[in-house]
């Protein structure tokens, strides 16, 4: 089955399915000398939300944004008392339409797995929204770094080539 884009069929399904193919590819990356791999999926969500991000945009998902927010320590988690969290939001004029966050599952007590949903996260809540936001077509300057361009080579290379066999 194709993971372009199929009007048919419904949008969170499709995004869920290039989500968990991204994951599984990206799982099977080697994680020496790549420091955000190592523990996945903590300390790896600003990579797999950025892979998820850009294939996504390849499959005609949509110009997703990727998000950064900042454990509020007020909300703080039974593992994660500080730190930061990345997320990736479909917006329509201005309105979350659509969350996917590939790494949810690093905070086993807020979600058991990662997820697509319509509107805001869930896990939302738990940040303050102190960071930067940018667009997936708008990449910074580390996302095409040996630590970013690679792991996104060998996904888009594992997930459209297996799926077109």
């Known amino acids: 089955m194709s993971l372009y884009r199929n009007p048919t069929r419904d949008f969170t399904d499709q995004v869920s399915e290039v989500m968990a193919a991204s994951i599984a590819a990206l799982r099977g990356y080697p994680s020496e000398g790549n420091y955000w791999l190592l523990h996945f999926p903590r300390e790896s969500c600003e990579l797999a939300s950025w892979v ?16 950064s927010g900042t454990i509020d320590s007020e909300q703080g988690s039974l593992t994660h008392r500080s730190g930061s969290h990345v997320w990736l939001e479909l917006r329509s004029d201005e ?18 797995q990662p997820f697509v ?49």
Request: proline share 7%.
């Open 95 to 112: 309105e979350i339409a659509f969350s996917a966050d590939a790494t949810a599952d690093q905070f086993p007590e807020w979600a058991s």
């Open 117 to 165: 949903v319509k509107g805001p996260s869930p896990l939302a809540r738990f940040f303050s929204m102190n960071r930067r936001q940018n667009l997936i077509s708008e990449p910074l300057e580390w996302h095409l770094d040996r630590f970013h361009a690679p792991p996104l080579a060998h996904v888009r290379d594992s997930v459209l080539h297996d799926k077109q066999r």
């Open 52 to 67: 998820v991000g850009s294939l996504l945009l390849e499959l005609g998902f949509g110009d997703w944004t990727l998000v």
